[in-house]
């Protein structure tokens, strides 16, 4: 089976406190942690175990710059066979819509059989994958949390619905699904095998190579704008406990046994 | 104006909540707007829902297919594109369903697509002007869209507060002879179950609730060690779930359990809205966290900037010494 995983660079927001700019256009990304996109992250790994089992090839994907060089690098350490990096500077400023317009046109002229993204990234949006395969025709299936390869022509995957429930779905191939995070446990990757694959070279792809038309893509052709980031006026937020961590300790044991925290 | 429609969802002859919501969110959009419900099923229950509906909407599109039994969203997919109009907007809830369905939904109507929505400015000619969260809820952003060609706007559930107003006595439309035949390509096949698990959260009136800043497995029993000094039971938010710490049983969220404590103690996690939206009935909410930018400080009610690893085991050996039994 040769599987696309869709991935994206990103702060790592668990590791970074993320400020807005002077201008407020964009946060502070000097000194940000980056990392892969956490759910991309197991987005490879199950592609890896299903190669695993299934036979195939692994292909790791990226639109973006060349700093993203170092995720796609990262990945085919844990396993993958390949990756690409499509970067040009018509794609700058691209909303989801052109994202997966030129994901599109990747995959129109490198077919896959599955096609699988994280279930959302940074902004939050879960938006690229189901787009992508409305494109292709494809079927899609989101929050997707189990795969069993049932033949050539079909999965069966499990999908998270609400209060933990899940649902068994069929699904025909090619596909393309949004992995939820927790779905395997994405093996480690230490620095010697980083350097193992410090010299792979890892081919670019632009407007030319891809054959997309530069107007349906980029800042021009974006229907859907950030204006500004901002931080919400705070609601009424929480009383903040100030003082030697002792004299917190003390304070709090006094409201938990006020509110029925201590029985 | 382009036509709002409200996709709603139901589950066993009941909409879900987002229908008034969505009712709220158009009229954010357009205040004298007169959104138009649509929604998918079949059979009797299906029936209660629509006409149910007519509360909320004065106008209810209603699409009844057996293929519809069951909310499957490439399904339904089809089938709304059989029904709406051009460069119409369409309200659908942020959830596991909304997310299954709209950003492919923007493709085919070849309309714009805006996931998450947490606040709507207004519309201004076709410009519309829209407040999303990124990086775990840590800023806002303003979004603006040009509409011209339509619209899918995936709105966070709970955060539009429906009006009190008198039932609008709506009517239903049955447009299910407008759907032709409803193809599909993935198929449903069964529910699974959540498992109860051997401790039930969800009865629980004090919860030790910890998140990814808890680090690694070993450290799960400070917390234990905490919950058990104060009588009280543990649970978690999604990362230690993935992380395999703890069973999904024990998971708060939407994803997980819902959970209605008299006292919830929040610690190393963020506070993402999807975790906040499996807590109910407004517990004394204290969160413990060592970033002051955590989302959690803006719903807990006592906050505690610290390291939660240094902090509950101090917290532990006072409650045994303030609490004689604990000893």
Known sequence: ?263 | MPRIFAYVLHKNGVADDSAAEMVAAAKKIDPVASPIAITTGFGPEFDTVCSGLCDWYGEVWKIAKEELAYPNAEVVRKALLSVLPQNCILLVAHNHFGIDLSSGLSIKLNAVFVPDVVSIEGLQDVKLKVVRQEFGGQVSAHVACDVSSGAVLNLRPGVFKPTETAPLNGRVVDKSAEVLALPTKRRFVKMIAADIGGVDITKEPVLVSIGRGIQQQDNVAIAQELADAMGAVVSCSRPVVDAKWLEKSRQVGSSGKTVKPKVYLACGMSGSFQHLAGIKGSPFLVAINKNPKAPIFQVADIGIIDDILEFLPELTNHIRESVPSKR
């Open chain 1, 1 to 263: 089976m040769e599987i696309l995983v869709c991935a994206k660079r990103v702060p790592d927001t668990s590791e970074n406190e993320i400020e807005l700019n002077r201008a407020g256009n964009d946060i502070e990304r000097d000194d940000l942690v980056y990392s892969i996109n956490e759910a991309d992250n197991y987005a490879v790994e199950e592609a890896l175990q299903i190669v695993a089992r299934e036979g195939g090839n692994v292909t790791v994907v990226t639109v973006g710059s060349d700093e993203d060089e170092e995720i796609l690098r990262r990945e085919m350490a844990m396993g993958a066979n390949r990756a690409v990096l499509i970067s040009d500077d018509a794609f700058s400023g691209s909303d989801g819509r052109g994202v997966a317009t030129i994901l599109k046109a990747y995959v129109e002229k490198n077919p896959y059989d599955l096609i699988l993204t994280g279930v959302q990234a940074d902004d939050g949006a879960a938006q690229v994958g189901g787009m992508l395969a409305a494109m292709l025709d494809y079927p899609f299936a989101s929050l997707v949390n189990s795969i069993r390869v049932v033949d050539a022509k079909k999965l069966e995957i499990v999908r998270e619905i609400e209060g933990g429930n899940k649902e068994v779905n069929e699904i025909d191939l090619p596909c393309v699904l949004s992995v939820q995070t927790g779905i395997n446990e994405p093996r480690y990757v230490g620095m010697r095998g980083i350097r193992q694959v410090a010299s792979v070279e890892i081919p670019t792809l632009g407007v030319s190579e891809l054959g997309v038309l530069a107007s349906s893509v980029g800042e021009a052709a974006a229907k859907v704008k950030r204006v500004n980031y901002f931080v919400p006026a705070a609601g009424k937020g929480a009383e903040i406990l100030h003082g030697k961590r002792e004299e917190v300790v003390d304070k709090l044991i006094e409201l938990l046994k006020a509110k029925g925290g201590l029985r």
